[in-house]
């Protein structure tokens, strides 16, 4: 029988993208939606739910049926009083809204979870450990609506005219998307794919948009942000060694150290000097979420905790190193709520303040010419084209699918055209 989350190509549509309908397989007694969009300048998860509510409870409802639960969480930040009002009307009796605070990394699973159940997911380990299963809101939209992805809801901020949420088709370009934005305010620009803490520096502005793209940061070539994304490992790491004084605010403002997990950058840092045998400094490396936290918050130095902690991630792997503690034991710090970052100071430290901090959703038509499906926009193993070159399609037709017994996702037409070509992505001409 086939699964109508899978047929329709549903994944996380913030993360990673983990397939959806494989996530809700799962049992878990407490179903949490993800609104709490930590990054700066970001302003997607608010839109959709004032304008898609009704969407986003109904696929909310057939995923706590899919997976058991008995609860629903709702987490969005309490200073969007507005959102708030206007979801209470729709709230079914076993789903309650849980208003967080206005700091960085709320929107952090691991974070969500302990702050909505008093649970702390054991290092390396997922939301159902303790129970729990998390999504975010415009999948828990995807599934209500139950159509075919084509489209990807962002919110394109920064240096451009009019800072705007948008419908866009997957595989339109990033330049397509900031035109629609008003177009950039200064003549070279960069682009922070996903945000500005833990997004990836777009290499071109002809990048597609992918079915995980959640923002475009538009920032101006020389801004100070872009400069560190440009940071290569080798200037991470000779700098590292070289300025690093071991004060360990790295470590003290982590927020997977704050939960109690075995994690502390200062000891990667430490790695990069000393020792042969590194082992005991490493080892946590493994249970680092990339917030950049470290990196672009807590160091004095401006030096790259976090490159330094995925750095050691594989060595830590192959030598089998690991957590073996009990779960039970595990303890948040006395300042674990103190130690967060609220957003308008981790925007004044990242050079942000200057930008409008809005993102309405507005109906922009884009219309591109092409668009470029990449097989692999999720996780799991890159889909299979069921399309060749030359043949057309209509908006929502399957143009590949995953690997028989393999882990992944249906990709679909996003757009009425003809097949272009057929290699790692499916071009398609309008």
Excluded at 244 to 262: K, W, Y
Excluded at 263 to 274: S, V
Aim: glycine share 10%; net charge neutral; aromatic share 4%.
């Amino acid at each position: 029988m086939s699964d109508p989350i899978a047929e329709c190509g549903v994944v996380g549509a913030g993360g990673a993208g983990f397939p959806t309908a494989v996530k809700m397989n799962s049992k878990a007694e407490t179903f949490l939606v993800n609104a709490a969009e930590c990054e700066p300048l970001l302003h997607k998860d608010k839109e959709l739910l004032l304008h898609y509510s009704q969407q986003m409870m109904k696929g909310l409802k057939i995923c706590m049926e899919r997976v058991g639960a008995h609860k629903g969480i709702i987490g969005i930040k309490g200073k969007y009083e507005d959102v708030i009002h206007s979801l209470q009307p729709c709230l079914p009796k076993d789903v309650e809204i849980l208003p967080l605070t206005d700091t960085y990394p709320a929107g952090d699973e691991f974070i969500l979870v302990y702050d909505a159940t008093g649970r702390i997911i054991p290092p390396g380990g997922l939301p159902l450990d303790v129970g729990s299963v998390v999504s975010n809101v415009e999948t828990l939209i995807n599934v209500g609506i139950g159509r075919p992805v084509t489209h990807k809801y962002l919110t394109v901020a920064g240096a451009v005219e009019n800072p705007v949420t948008l419908r866009v088709p997957v595989g339109a370009s990033i330049k397509e998307c900031i035109d629609a934005a008003g177009g950039a305010t200064v003549p070279q620009v960069d682009v922070l794919m996903g945000g500005s803490m833990m997004g990836r520096l777009a290499p071109s502005l002809d990048e597609p948009i992918l079915k995980t793209t959640g923002g475009l940061i538009v920032l101006p070539t020389q801004h100070i942000l872009i400069g560190r994304y440009r940071r290569t490992w080798f200037h991470a790491d000779r700098i590292g060694k070289s300025a690093c004084d071991q004060c360990s605010f790295c470590t003290e403002m982590c927020p997977r150290h704050l939960l109690g997990h075995p994690i502390e950058p200062h000891l990667d840092m430490r790695a990069l000097m000393f020792a042969p045998d590194k082992n005991r400094m490493i080892a946590g490396s493994l249970y680092c979420c990339e917030c950049n936290i470290c990196s672009l918050i807590a160091c004095p130095e401006d030096l790259d905790p976090k490159d330094a902690c995925v750095h050691d991630k594989p060595i830590a792997r192959e030598r089998g190193l690991g957590w073996k503690g009990n779960p039970e034991d595990l303890r948040p710090h006395p300042l674990y709520r103190e130690r967060r970052t609220p957003i308008r100071r981790l925007m004044a430290k990242l050079g942000l303040m200057s930008y409008r901090n809005t993102g309405p959703l507005v109906e922009v038509p884009i219309q591109p010419k092409k668009v470029t499906l990449p097989l692999k926009q999720h996780v799991g193993s890159p889909s299979v084209p069921v399309v060749r070159p030359g043949q057309k399609v209509r908006t929502g037709d399957l143009v590949a699918s995953p690997p028989e017994g393999k882990l992944g996702a249906n990709i679909h037409a996003s757009i009425e055209g003809r097949v272009l070509t057929v290699d790692e992505a499916v071009v398609i001409e309008a």
